[in-house]
């Protein structure tokens, strides 16, 4: 996962704190956020109907809430799997290029040590071709009688 959590994470980190009942200090420090993070995201989720109070000090899930954590969670799993398929599909294209690559290495190094200086270019690798190829027989023309 990258650096920063998402504002879905950050909503669902509140909710996992909340799921058992919980206290401003409990969310906070479980959903690891600031003072002022958690007022702002406490409003939210309790606007969104999410979370309620319980009593003057704690607050509960609502069936709302509970609902997105379940789903909350099924995403999370198939987003982990996903990711994971995305990196298999990267490593191989990072594999495919490499032997692209080496490829190209056997290509220079056909050409220096296999062929050599003086048939490094096209034209030069045809004519040395042509040269060590035996010649066909010359057409001998019939001699006068």
Known sequence: MGKHRSKLQIVADILFAVRNNAKKTQIMRQANLSYKLLGQYLSFVIEAGFVRFKD??????????????????????????????????NNQRIALEKMCLNMNKVGD?????????????KNNF???LNKNEPSPRPHRRPTPQ
């Open 56 to 89: 003057a000090n704690s607050y509960t899930l609502t069936p709302r809430g509970h609902e997105f954590l379940k789903g909350y969670e099924e995403y999370s799993r198939r987003y982990t799997q996903l990711e994971e398929q995305f990196d298999d599909i």
């Open 109 to 121: 190094y056909f050409k220096k040590y296999v062929l050599g200086n003086k048939w490094s270019n």
């Open 126 to 128: 045809i004519k040395n």
